[in-house]
């Protein structure tokens, strides 16, 4: 009966959001919980059965001490004095990430990096290999045949041809917990939500959707990234609600005005709410004039409708000798100033070069960020 109840509120609040907010997202989509998540993990291994693409053991001499360390443990011990000369042996660094809530016996996908100078790791076995996390605790064991989508082939002349990365490989579901991570879900009957992106007022109409779906008192925003929740008595289990949660929808605060380029693609994301006060801009021969009028749009006779001021911006770029400066008029979209800029078939640097200057004389009223 209660899960009932709970599934019918939050049906009650997914429909009644649904039509009058057409851009509501998930919480699940905007917010993780506090101290669910991955946890990576690291070994050092021997891949073997390689051909010939091993390591060189000359430079590389841990490869044939791992190697002995490994065959004294199998009960086999090397003669005294025998140099092994190894080419079908790789040492390698085994990583994998365990997910929240892992059991023993789930099976996780590793990557291999070979760590010395092994050509291609293609065709190798990757042996027994203890995979350990931050606290020094073994938590599980990978062990199987590569994947290695890059291959290295040489001729005898010494020509050679090398394509993706041949000494990094996969072995698809190679690892096998072997050691349940302690997760406290809901110690003391409650949870922190912490937010993908902070933001204020995400966290504060996070709180106010939930509160509206599971009753006042329920979600309390402690500052940008974090939301407190209490789970309440009426709740079936703490995996029902949390559940129900997840799928609750609210709008969330609008992004920060942000420019995002890249000199090497010439990509420009331009953000919501980003303007450009006024100022002038002359780059070398490209020269740039924004300028924007005013004029009044008016309703019909006999309707409905009401006199509004509607802006008009016009954005000219000239590209040839010197030209002069030209003033940008307040209110102008920085939109309008990219895609001008980008009609005249200008050079993504010099895009990139105006809008780094806008930004230092103060006139950019958002971050920029250059990748």
Do not use: C
Not at 88 to 94: Q, R
Not at 157 to 183: F, H, M, Q, Y
Not at 203 to 218: R, V
Not at 338 to 363: H, M, T, W, Y
């Amino acid at each position: 009966m209660a899960l009932q109840k709970l599934a019918g509120i939050v049906a009650l609040t997914l429909v009644g959001l649904a039509p009058g907010w057409a851009a509501a997202d998930r919480i699940k989509d905007l917010a993780g919980i506090d101290g669910i998540r991955n946890n990576q993990l690291v070994g050092y291994g021997l891949v073997v059965g390689l051909a010939g693409t091993g390591d060189q053991t000359i430079q590389a001499p841990f490869t044939v001490q791992s190697l002995q360390n490994m065959l004294i443990q199998l009960g086999i011990t090397v003669p005294q004095g025998v140099q092994l000369q190894l080419n079908n042996v790789a040492a390698v660094m085994v990583t994998a990430d365990l997910p929240p809530f892992a059991r023993r016996g789930q099976a996780l996908d590793v990557t291999v990096s070979s760590i010395a100078n092994a050509k291609s790791l293609r065709g190798g076995t990757l042996v027994m290999t203890p995979l350990k996390g931050a606290d020094g605790k073994v938590y599980a064991l990978a062990q199987g045949n590569l994947v290695v989508g890059g291959f290295d082939a040489e001729g005898a002349d010494g020509s050679r041809i090398t394509a993706n990365i041949p000494s990094v490989g996969r072995v698809p579901g190679g690892a096998t917990v072997e050691r349940d991570r302690a997760l406290a879900f809901t110690p003391d009957g409650a949870l922190t939500l912490t937010l993908h992106q902070a933001d204020f007022t995400t966290a504060l109409h996070m709180a106010d959707a939930i509160n509206g779906a599971f009753g006042p008192d329920t979600a309390v925003p402690v500052d940008a990234g974090a939301v407190s929740v209490r789970i309440p008595e009426s709740a079936p289990s703490p995996v029902a609600f949390v559940s129900a949660l997840h799928n609750l929808t609210f709008v969330p605060g609008a992004a920060p005005a942000r420019v995002v380029v890249s000199a090497r693609t010439g990509t420009v994301i331009i953000g919501q709410n980003v303007r450009i006060t006024p100022a002038a801009v002359a780059h070398g021969s490209l020269v740039v004039k924004i300028s924007e009028q005013l004029s009044v749009s008016q309703p019909g006779p006999f309707g409905q409708g009401e006199t509004v001021v509607v802006p008009q911006s016009t954005v000219e770029v000239e590209e040839g000798g010197a030209g002069s400066m030209f003033t940008l008029d307040p209110g102008v979209s920085l939109d309008s100033l990219v895609e001008a800029v980008n009609r005249v078939g200008a050079a993504p640097s010099d895009l990139v070069a105006i809008l780094q200057a806008l930004k230092q004389a103060g006139a950019l009223r958002a971050e920029l960020v250059v990748i």
